[in-house]
C-alpha cells in the first residue's frame, strides 16, 4: 500500500506563511497526480492545486498568486507554500496522490490531514 504522512500545519496569523509537506510510503510504480485539497467544518472538501510529474500544475482561484505547489520526483514528495494566508484558509490540509505501485496495481491514497488555521 502507498501511504502518505503530511506534515507543516499549524497556527498562523493573517498574512503569514506556512509549508506543507505530504511524503509517500510503500513501493511506487509511477505517479500520475499529487495534489493538495482543505475540507474547512461544514464544507465539502476542496481542491487546492495539484500538480503532475511533468509539472503540468493547476490552482483553485482563491489561491492563485498565493500558494505554489511543487513535487520532488526522486522522493515522491509532494509540497505546497501557502503565503498571505487569511482566516477562510482555515481548514484540514488533505495530500492526495494517484498512480500504480510497485505490483502495478492503481492507488488512489489520502493523508491523515493536517490542521492550518489564520487567524486574523
Known amino acids: 500500500q502507498v501511504q502518505l504522512v503530511e506534515s507543516g500545519g499549524g497556527l498562523v496569523q493573517a498574512g503569514g506563511s506556512l509549508r506543507l509537506s505530504c511524503a509517500t510510503s510503500?513501493?511506487?510504480?509511477?505517479?500520475?497526480?499529487m495534489g493538495w485539497y482543505r475540507q474547512a467544518p461544514g464544507k465539502q472538501r476542496e481542491l487546492v492545486a495539484g500538480i503532475t510529474p511533468v509539472d503540468i500544475i493547476n490552482y483553485a482561484d482563491f489561491v492563485k498568486g498565493r500558494f505554489t505547489i511543487s513535487r520532488d520526483n526522486a522522493q515522491n514528495t509532494v509540497y505546497l507554500q501557502m503565503n498571505s494566508l487569511k482566516p477562510e484558509d482555515t481548514a484540514v490540509y488533505y495530500c492526495n496522490v494517484r498512480g500504480l505501485d510497485g505490483q502495478l496495481r492503481p492507488y488512489d491514497s489520502w493523508g491523515q490531514g493536517t490542521q492550518v488555521t489564520v487567524s486574523s
Open positions: 510503500g513501493t511506487i510504480f509511477s505517479i500520475n497526480a
